[in-house]
């Protein structure tokens, strides 16, 4: 396979079998949606994550239009989030994503994608429920 030469098989997984893809509610108080873009390419990803009581990530969808890594690494990061507290999917660093899915130099800003993506996510999710829960530092 010609992508096998430049993608590692984790990516690979993922852009084959892409976890949680699809749409959450928008107009649902509980759901935080971020969309953002990459200015190097012009890709494009969207992340909702769904928030219960406590500040936690309950469900977590995406769709992206964009190259295998940027799938690959949306793919993983919902699976990441899922669980996870608002505060600690923040700390989620575009390398650490790379790392895991052994991505190129080159490819460094898809992964970047899905870290602006998660952190537009709980900014959204934030705004909305205005003060209602404000865990710890606000999203950037
Ligand atoms: Fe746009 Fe990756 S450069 S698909
Ligand atoms: Fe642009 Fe991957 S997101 S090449």
Known sequence: LYAKRFYHERVI???ENPRNMGSLDKSDS???TGLVGA???GDVMRLQIKVDDGGKIVDVKFKTFGCGSAIASSSYITERVRGMSLDDALKI???DIAKELCLPPVKLHCSMLAEDAIRSA???FRTKR???IIH???AK
């Open 39 to 41: 200015p190097a390419c």
């Open 93 to 95: 660093r575009n390398t």
């Open 13 to 15: 997984d993922h852009y």
């Open 30 to 32: 509980t759901v935080g």
């Open 130 to 132: 205005g003060g209602d």
């Open 122 to 124: 709980i900014k959204d």
């Open 136 to 138: 710890g530092a606000d």
